[in-house]
């Protein structure tokens, strides 16, 4: 009796490997290496001007001044890098130190009539004076006995010490509004603790975005009517330009404005996923970028900053998600397997999945692993959308709920990164690159972080919005750090000790038959993972399968048939996939694999006779097998595939080639017998959707 096993193909550690590998094999395993060494290499030229970002420091938390702060802030910085952040939550300003330090804040103390309604955005000039977007009352004038106030967007103007100089507005309060129909209106009490009436036109309390030029004139952003004010120091309007559209000149829902050293004014125009540039009489010069989500284009420009070499840094809404929700390897029990022949019947697909046992983990891993992330990123999309149409949630009920499924999706979950970039360009608006950072949402430090800002260094803002703490981040050249890789490994060992007694049709107790059978496996896997930028991506995987069986057969009423049986083997797969998105655009998403992978077999049974003084009968039998498969699978449209595959399979219609040895009952050799076969494929594949 004898008995083939056929193992899965599954994980091991390269020593493994080499150990197993004929000195061919091992050829074949180091070109394998050195294609992935050179593709890397490439990849590496390829993206000579992608950059990292590399931790700085952290400062901040939750507080109510000395340097802690509640949720909505704004934050800027001066000439000499001390940082000012403005804190509507604790209506206040802070000023800290280049590395975080406190240093004052304004107003000095806090009063039961606070300075700031709402205070927002905040920048500071050459001098060191103090810029806030805030809202507030202030007299119309010939209006006594009640006074009457008009509440409006304001800018106030601080000294580097704190001491209010003047508060400019936008819109014309020195002289009572004419309209048609009633303001809301609520009595208040004036300076001199007289009531008074306040009244609030329509878009009293809307947003101011500002910033400052050499000269020290103020430019104030009115996002909901799309106008930039230019203000001398003195408060008066020295120009305005802008207005709601798409065209040359217009924006629409503007997120920043920033002044350059040639005091050209840029402005994020968020709904048309573009940034302006004026010069500083408002000149329209010319429009920076696109939708999309490739180099020079964006997705809601958010962030502005103008770095101390001139070069221009944007932060847009773009996320690329990288997830992986299930287990990429199923680890089949058993010691028992099936060749290729039975699965080129059953599938219509490319070869790679015919190869050994692919199928018998369901959906084929070499697909698993270059799942698309197109899915996930109109998941991302619609998410967002979905935020901001509903807002937060007020409902605890809802809250709670939430967060149970968070939690079970982080436990359903092995990986789940989302990488965020920000673009580089010249004054003159030419693509110089890009950074980018990744925010592991599995970390339990790291998941809730969020953009906040850049200053004119270049260093990166992080704000945990959990803890309010602010990391620090100075931009560095790509490399591989360990902590960027995802790796996921599984080991499961498993033995089986199985006995099998028979007794025969006879009126004795004592058993004809015993069959005493030992098994053990162990299945490994090892997946590493590494997105080198948020289009390239880097796949390893390395798997195996190791089994063997002692069988001890006896038969009592005719020792001569007693037997005992062994067999052990082993099955190691090597993978690397290269994966490059050629248009990361949601709806006309294409990518681009090339992949390659190298399989090893080997299987060694024997079967001996236990009582050799009555038969000295026994067979050998050594099987191997190899494969080597190169391919590549690419979007050449949005709608039309073309993969092309090569394999070299040694075996291919059975589980490996054997070589068996038979002895007769002398223990003499008499037959050897081998079976070989082997098929080198090329096979490709066209998909076009209509």
Known sequence: MQREVRFPSQISST??????????????????????????????????????????????????????????????????????????????????????????????????????????????????????????????????????????????????????????????????????????????????????????????DRPLLIDVDSKNNLYALDVKNAVVFKLAEDGSEVLHFGQYGAGAGEFDDPSDIEIDYQDNILIADRGNNRVLKFNSEGQFQFALGKKGRGNAEFVKPSHLTVMRNGEILVKDSSQFVRALHQHPFYVAGGLSGEGNASYRTSSSRLARNLIFNQAQVGQSELEQLRERVRLLEEAEYYRYYYEKENGDKDDEKEKEEDEEKKAYLIKKTIYHNVIERIQRFSGNGSYRGRVIYKIDKQSE??????????????????????????????????????????????????????????????????????????????????????????????????????GNRDNRYFVAPKQEDSYNYGDEG?????????????????????????????????????????????????????GNSRALIFGIDWDILTKANLSVEYLDLNPNYTSRNFTREYYDVSGDLYEVYRSQNRARILAGELNIKF
Request: aromatic fraction near 12%.
């Open 445 to 546: 430090e790291d998941h809730d972080l969020s953009f906040l800002a850049i200053d004119r260094l270049g260093r990166i803002y992080l704000r945990d919005d959990s803890e309010l703490t602010i990391r620090r981040y100075t931009i560095s050249d790509i490399i591989i750090a360990p902590a960027e890789i995802d790796a996921v490994y599984t080991a499961r060992p498993e033995y089986a000790d199985n006995n099998f007694i028979e007794d025969y049709e006879d009126i004795d107790t004592k058993p004809n038959l015993k069959d005493e059978e030992g098994m053990f496996n162990i299945s490994q896997s090892l997946l590493l993972n590494y997105d080198l930028s948020e289009r390239w991506n880097l796949t390893f995987r390395d798997t195996l399968l190791y």
């Open 15 to 204: 020593s493994t490997i080499m150990h197993n590998l004929s000195a061919r094999n091992i050829r074949n395993f180091l070109c394998i290496l050195s294609c992935a060494a050179l593709i890397f290499a490439c990849v590496t030229q390829f993206s000579a001007a992608l950059e990292s970002i590399q931790f700085d420091t952290t400062f901040g938390g939750k507080g109510s001044g000395g340097g802690g702060f509640g949720k909505n802030i704004h934050i800027n910085f001066d000439a000499a890098n001390n940082i000012y952040i403005s804190d509507a939550d604790n209506k206040m300003v802070q000023k800290l130190s280049p590395d975080g330090q406190f240093i004052m804040q304004i107003p000095k103390e806090k009063s039961l009539e606070p300075l700031f309604d709402k205070p927002g955005d905040i920048c500071v000039d050459s001098d060191g004076n103090i810029y806030v977007a805030d809202v507030t009352a202030t007299h119309i004038k010939n209006t006594e006995n009640p006074k009457i106030y008009i509440f409006a967007p304001c800018v106030y103007k601080f000294s580097p010490q704190g001491e209010l100089i003047k508060t400019f507005f936008v819109d014309k309060v020195d002289v009572y509004p004419k309209t048609k129909t009633a303001f809301p209106a609520k009595v208040i009490i004036d300076e001199n603790g007289q009531p008074g009436f306040g009244i609030q036109p329509k878009g009293y």
């Open 570 to 622: 082993i099955d190691n797969t090597f993978h690397t996939n290269l994966k490059f998105v050629t248009n990361p655009n949601v709806y006309k998403y294409k990518e681009l694999n090339l992949y390659s992978q190298l399989f090893y077999g080997t299987t060694d049974l024997h079967s001996d006779a236990i009582f050799t003084d009555l038969n000295r009968q026994k067979s050998e039998h050594e």
